[in-house]
């Protein structure tokens, strides 16, 4: 238990997928010119890492390990992860259509995200059970929805400031990444 | 950010006509993969705390898009347009696991310090965005062309980063375990901030403001 408390923590913030690992940058820079939009985007990366993680996991534990083939593991984990995106994509457009629209254009769009495959990756790195890759994959989900949101918030302000021309946009936004990941830093002993 | 895509990617679909060096330079110089078109932002930023590491992705990147664009534009025909992006990664994916074990049987501390980067090449979206854009629609040749220039542009954003911030992080500047040059007064204090993440960050931004500057002036 103390083991998963552990994974947890140091996913969503110590280890954080964007800030410390730098995965997950095409959307943390993409869509987080708006709260509404950076938070559905957060529950959607979320949720297909969570899925997505189980899946491999149980694929790496009982079929690649067993029979010695690990170093398939990028073949397969690409071709699950996109094949879930589309089953994710169907199954919330059959039951939950208001949920469809608001994720609706940002679902195809992870298929191709760093962090859904980065995480997958670091759990077989880790040789992670899959209660713990579970664990570490909602941990991952939640530290980028947070910093997404934080980033979000920042850059609906930042808008409204008056910076030089060629500062505007993509790189005053890294210039805040920079102080963010400053900041995140002071967790690193944490754990 | 988007209208630079959009700028970009017309202009390439313009040319048939264009010749093999006209493709090479322009991936170099006009549509930089990095500090024009933005794309494959995660590899750069970690893995560019040392020169070293850089030119280990660079290699990385350029073998897999080369092979890449050469199959996918060779098998252009015979791919079903529905099917296409399924295609392209598996293509993608295929030439990155043998990268990743040529690499492992080579030169395994650098495989090991460029640790998940490597595998994450699948995803970049340069390589997926080449094969979308350019190999589908043009002959195997120019394909080529086009990525060794996206390719060498890539390389050149990569060395620039990484030797600012290995210069600045550590005070001297290693190349495969070979010294090549040390600064004085910085190797006793070197500004550790510039090899960690914030680091990154900080450097690429004020990088991809000063390309925004020069085209500006150049703009006007």
């Excluded at chain 1, 996109?82 to 769009?109: C, D, H, M």
């Excluded at chain 2, 043998?98 to 699948?122: R, T």
């Amino acid at each position: 238990m103390n083991n998963l408390l552990t994974i947890f923590i140091a996913m969503v913030i110590v280890n954080n997928m964007v800030l410390s690992k730098f995965l997950g940058l095409c959307p943390f820079f993409g869509v987080s010119k708006k709260l509404s939009n950076a938070f559905s985007m957060g529950i959607a990366v979320t949720l297909v890492m969570l899925i997505a993680s189980v899946s491999t996991s149980a694929i790496y534990n009982y079929i690649l390990v067993p029979y010695k083939v690990e170093f398939m593991n990028i073949v397969i984990y690409i071709l699950v992860i996109a094949s879930l995106v589309q089953i994710v994509e169907l199954i919330i457009k059959r039951t939950n259509i208001i949920l469809y629209n608001a994720l609706g254009i940002y679902l195809p769009l992870i298929t191709t995200n760093c962090a859904v495959l980065g995480i997958t990756l670091i759990n077989s790195a880790e040789n992670y059970s899959i209660l713990e890759s579970t664990v570490s994959a909602l941990g991952a989900g939640i530290g980028f929805t947070l910093v997404l949101i934080i980033m979000s918030g920042i850059r609906e302000k930042l808008d409204l400031a008056d910076s030089p021309k060629s500062m505007r946009g993509l790189p005053v936004a890294f210039l805040t990444a920079a102080l963010l990941a400053l900041a995140f830093i002071g967790f690193n002993g944490m754990v | 950010m988007d209208d630079y895509k959009n700028k970009s990617g017309c202009e390439i679909n313009k040319g048939n006509s264009r010749r093999f060096w006209k493709e090479l330079a322009k991936g170099v110089v006009i549509s930089n993969p990095v500090f024009i078109l933005t794309l494959g932002l995660c590899p750069v930023l970690a893995i560019t705390s040392s020169i070293t590491n850089a030119l280990g992705m660079s290699a990385g990147v350029i073998f897999v898009l080369l092979c890449s664009n050469i199959m996918i534009s060779s098998i252009r025909k015979a791919t079903p347009l529905m099917v296409r992006i399924p295609v392209f990664i598996v293509v993608i994916a295929t030439f990155v696991t043998i990268f990743s074990l040529l690499f492992e049987a080579y030169f395994p501390p650098l495989h090991k310090s460029l640790g998940i980067y490597l595998p994450l090449i699948v995803v970049n979206c340069i390589i997926l965005g080449r094969a979308e854009v350019f190999a589908s629609k043009n002959s195997v040749v120019l394909s080529a062309a086009d990525a060794l220039g996206i390719g060498f542009g890539f390389t050149i954003a990569l060395i620039m980063i990484s030797f600012l911030r290995e210069t600045l992080g550590t005070g001297s500047v290693e190349i495969f375990g070979r010294q090549l040059f040390k600064l004085p007064g910085l190797s006793v204090h070197p500004l550790t901030f510039f090899i960690s993440p914030p680091g990154a960050f900080l450097v690429i931004g004020i990088l991809l403001a000063l390309f925004r500057w020069i085209g500006v002036i150049r703009g006007e």
